[in-house]
Structures are given as structure tokens and as C-alpha cells.
Nanobody, 118 residues
Framework: QTQVQESGGGRVQAGESLTLSCTSS??????MGWYRQAPGRPREWVAS???????NFADSVSGRFDISRDNEKNTAYLHMTNLQPEDTGVYYC??????????????WGKGTVVTVSS
């Protein structure tokens, strides 16, 4: 069973930067993405990257966050700059794995906490 694991969360002050990592144990992973969930709020999509390197970002982080991947390491990264208090939350990684004759299998990590103080 494929597993994913996030790392790199922590506490920073507004305006500072963090880089999160997500490593997948599976093979033939297609898209990878980052999501976050603030206390009392639903989980929201942040950024995604295809197997070919095409990226997309939520409007709330566009221009501040970047996503990249290293396919040799089965790892995706979320580079966060100019962090703001509203970026606080649990950040989750999702890896999508193809299945024969069925929809992609989405595999979630357990999350890493990012706290941004003013």
C-alpha cells in the first residue's frame, strides 16, 4: 500500500518562509498536491503538480507559494514565502496513483502543522 509522509512544518513569524516536503513510497505516482486545513475550517486545495511538472495554485497563495517535485526521490515540495497568519493550518500532501479500469487512487498523508504568528 502506497504511503505518503509530510515534513517541514513549524512556527514562523509573518513574512518568513518555510519549505514542506512530501515523500511517497509508491510507484507510478501521477499528480501530487498540497492542501491545508485551518482550525474550524474545511480542508482547501493549495497547489498541485502533474507528473510532467505542470503546476497550479490557489488564488490565496499565488505569487507566494511554489510547488516542485523530484521524481527520482518520489518527493514533492511546497516552497512558501511571505507567510501570513491566515496561512496557519495543517498542511496535507496527496499523491494520485493510477489504477487499471478505475479512477485514480488518492493517498493522503497525516499532515504537518504550520503556524504563522503576527
Amino acid at each position: 500500500q502506497t504511503q505518503v509522509q509530510e515534513s517541514g512544518g513549524g512556527r514562523v513569524q509573518a513574512g518568513e518562509s518555510l519549505t514542506l516536503s512530501c515523500t511517497s513510497s509508491g510507484i507510478r505516482i501521477n499528480a501530487m498536491g498540497w492542501y491545508r486545513q485551518a482550525p474550524g475550517r474545511p480542508r482547501e486545495w493549495v497547489a498541485s503538480i502533474t507528473s510532467g511538472g505542470a503546476t497550479n495554485f490557489a488564488d490565496s497563495v499565488s505569487g507566494r507559494f511554489d510547488i516542485s517535485r523530484d521524481n527520482e526521490k518520489n518527493t514533492a515540495y511546497l516552497h512558501m514565502t511571505n507567510l501570513q497568519p491566515e496561512d496557519t493550518g495543517v498542511y496535507y500532501c496527496k499523491a494520485s496513483q493510477p489504477r487499471l479500469g478505475r479512477p485514480l487512487l488518492d493517498i493522503w498523508g497525516k499532515g504537518t502543522v504550520v503556524t504563522v504568528s503576527s
